[in-house]
């Protein structure tokens, strides 16, 4: 296990901490396993850089949330939701200006 997250947290720390934000979401965006999606988004927390994606950008770590979400262990979940809080926090008031102007309902985790 631990050779196996440390192959996928790697090149995906080098990445963002090089601000090569594309390569490091690229990545993201083809890991499903909820055990690698906790500690990848464990590290992007703790780097403070996730304030500083676009709303594009947001949105992988958003859909990906949903898998920690839906996890039966309660420390995934808590990630999950705390990536979602962050976005919602982050761009609430496109998300609200976009809600307003559009009969299409929004909904963060479909």
């Known amino acids: 296990y631990q050779r ?6 790697k090149p995906i720390l080098h990445w963002w901490n ?3 934000i594309k390569s490091a979401l690229n990545a993201i965006e083809r890991i499903n396993e909820p055990w690698v999606l906790n500690d990848v988004f464990n590290m ?3 780097t403070n850089k996730l304030g500083n994606l676009n709303v594009e950008a947001i949105t992988i770590f958003v859909a990906k949330s949903r898998i920690l ?3 039966r262990f309660q420390p ?3 990630v999950g939701l705390d990536i979602v809080r962050r976005a919602y926090k982050q761009f609430r008031d496109e998300i609200i200006v976009v809600k ?3 009969t299409i309902n929004i909904c963060l985790l479909y």
Do not use: M, W
Request: cysteine-free; hydrophobic content about 30%.
């Open 76 to 78: 995934h979940i808590k």
């Open 100 to 102: 307003n102007g559009s």
């Open 44 to 46: 992007v927390i703790q």
């Open 18 to 20: 090089s601000n090569n």
């Open 4 to 9: 196996r997250v440390h192959g996928y947290l």
């Open 69 to 71: 979400i839906e996890s």
